[in-house]
């Protein structure tokens, strides 16, 4: 029977997600496209209201930004296929829930962080800091990880852009929010949403968000292993203000 209400629920929660990427769900079409129990429905609604994974307003469904992320979590959790799962939640949305997980774990983010160094722009979809750590994060939701040749040139950018920032961490530092650090440890890795162990190409690591929290915790004691850049961050000086004459 827990099996049972375990596919239930996870089939109404990639349903939920599926109908609210865009716009609200109808509470009536959904009772009558879902081979489901009023009784069962009611209650799985009521848990996900409970537990404000949702809303219910006049037989609508509505979900918020956070609240999709945590359907979408609990989904995985519950066994869902993370590709429907990739497939209904948009890649800002998911760049969302893994700065979320960053932070929630002691760093500060900075999502799509543009710079500019050696004549081109470059962009890291999550930025992560706590010192000494910056972690240069790659989210990639579709991707299960390092398997095929797309993926793999994907990190090869990604260690490219992590090196250039960290030799221009001189001028980026402001910027980046690391002013008074006076040195700091750049590490690049990849994000997935799915459930799969790490792997490791090119001694970048990829990682599925719902592992994130513990990889926060443990790399440091294997931090020789992964590709990373130590640096110095030389002492801001402001640059002095100039006298308007007359």
């Given at each position: 029977m827990c099996d049972l209400n375990a596919l239930?629920?996870?089939l109404l929660l990639q349903y939920i997600l599926e109908g609210t990427k865009e716009e609200s769900l109808d509470l009536n079409e959904a009772k009558e496209e879902l081979v489901i129990t009023d009784e069962a429905l009611k209650s799985i609604l009521k848990d996900l209201k409970i537990h404000d994974?949702?809303?219910?307003e006049k037989d609508v469904i509505k979900a918020s930004l956070d609240q999709r992320l945590e359907l979408a979590v609990n989904a995985i959790r519950l066994g869902a296929d993370f590709?429907?799962?990739?497939?209904?939640?948009?890649?800002?949305e998911f760049e969302e829930l893994v700065a979320r997980v960053f932070r929630e774990n002691g760093y500060s983010t900075r999502s799509r962080y543009r710079f500019k160094a050696e004549g081109r722009r470059w962009e890291i979809d999550v930025l992560?800091?706590?010192?000494?750590?910056?972690?240069?994060?790659?989210?990639?939701?579709?991707?299960?990880g390092m398997g095929n040749s797309t993926a793999r040139k994907i990190i090869e950018t990604h260690i490219e852009k992590t090196e250039v920032l960290s030799q221009h961490i001189d001028m980026l530092a402001n910027k980046m929010g690391v002013v008074k650090w006076?040195?700091?440890?750049?590490?690049?890795?990849?994000?997935?949403?799915?459930?799969?162990?790490?792997?490791?190409y090119r001694r970048v690591p990829s990682v599925s968000v719902l592992s994130l929290p513990s990889f926060l915790s443990e790399f440091p004691?294997?931090?020789?292993?992964?590709i990373h850049y130590k640096v110095e961050i030389p002492e801001h000086k402001p640059k002095p203000k100039q006298l308007k004459l007359g």
């Open positions: 239930t629920k996870r994974q949702i809303t219910i590709e429907k799962i990739s497939k209904s939640l948009g890649w800002l992560a800091k706590s010192y000494p750590y910056i972690v240069c994060a790659e989210c990639k939701h579709y991707t299960t006076k040195d700091a440890i750049l590490l690049p890795i990849a994000l997935t949403l799915s459930p799969t162990r790490m792997s490791i004691g294997y931090l020789e292993r992964m």
